[in-house]
């Protein structure tokens, strides 16, 4: 008896890419949204360790190819703020590491956004060098920048440094407590809409005031410059309640500011 069988070939599809996975979190991170970097053939995802606000932001990128999902650990990667205002557009001050390869999975950068704004009015614009296909590329995401309360940010006119326009940013104590507390400041030049530097050559002498007791605070130092515009010290909060820290701010022996200060609210 002869026997016959027909077997039908199955049609083998493709199997669909993995989508990326987000990294292992060394830190607690707030996703703020993704995009493509178009022509690097990689996807961003991008995080902050709190909704972002004026003055001192920690922006982490993760970065992956478009096409596998595997994760981009190596380029060279920059973030450029900018604000949209209708008739005008500028920048702000931004801090990157420069480094090529990433930490714990991130690429870090610093925004110091100067004013708040809607997502469609401040924006990221990222551009990554891709090592994997050494191909470039670029991409954007809108970003919703709040009033940091109280400020944590200042701009003033130093008059008599030039009209230069100054920039100040308040990064410590961000949870302050009664007693010595590091203190951190940070200041930039604006040298144009699109151009912002640090200040390396100032002297800061800072004077902490309770104004509903009337009276301030011993064993306070006044912060110095360590590097890339970071001015570092200590502050003595002696108990709770409303502070001022006054700023006075020197260039080569010479008062050119003293009307700023930060407020600080000790529960």
């Not at 110091?112 to 997502?119: D, I, L, N, R, V």
């Not at 640090?198 to 605070?217: D, F, K, L, R």
């Not at 006044?222 to 309640?241: E, I, L």
């Amino acid at each position: 008896m002869l026997v016959s069988f027909s077997c039908k070939k199955e049609e083998t599809k493709p199997a669909p890419s993995p989508a990326p996975v987000d990294p292992t979190p060394t830190l607690t991170l707030v996703k703020m949204g993704e995009t493509y970097l178009a022509g690097a053939g990689a996807k961003a995802m991008v995080y902050a360790k709190k909704a972002f606000e004026t003055g001192y932001n920690e922006v982490y990128v993760a970065l992956y190819d478009s096409i596998d999902g595997s994760k981009l650990n190596s380029g060279h990667f920059g973030v450029e703020p900018m604000m949209d205002m209708g008739i005008m557009q500028h920048s702000c001050p931004v801090e990157t590491t420069q480094d090529t390869i990433t930490t714990n999975g991130y690429f870090k950068s610093v925004v110091y956004f100067s004013m708040a704004g809607t997502a469609s009015q401040w924006r990221l614009d990222f551009s990554f060098h891709n090592h994997k296909n050494e191909k470039y590329g670029e991409g954007s995401l809108g970003a919703e920048v709040k009033a940091s309360s109280p400020s944590k940010f200042k701009i003033t006119t130093l008059s008599l440094d030039s009209n230069k326009v100054l920039f100040l940013s308040f990064l410590e104590p961000s949870k302050p407590v009664v007693g010595i507390n590091d203190l951190e400041i940070v200041l930039h030049h604006k040298k144009s809409g699109m151009m912002y530097v640090p200040v390396e050559n100032y002297t800061i002498e800072i004077e902490p005031n309770m104004p509903s007791m009337g009276h301030g605070s011993p064993n306070n130092v006044n912060p110095t410059h360590q590097s890339k515009g970071h001015y570092k010290g200590k502050v003595n909060y002696t108990m709770t309640g409303l502070w001022q820290i006054k700023l006075k701010i020197y260039k080569a022996g010479v008062l050119i500011s003293e009307d700023q200060y930060f407020e600080m609210t000790l529960e």
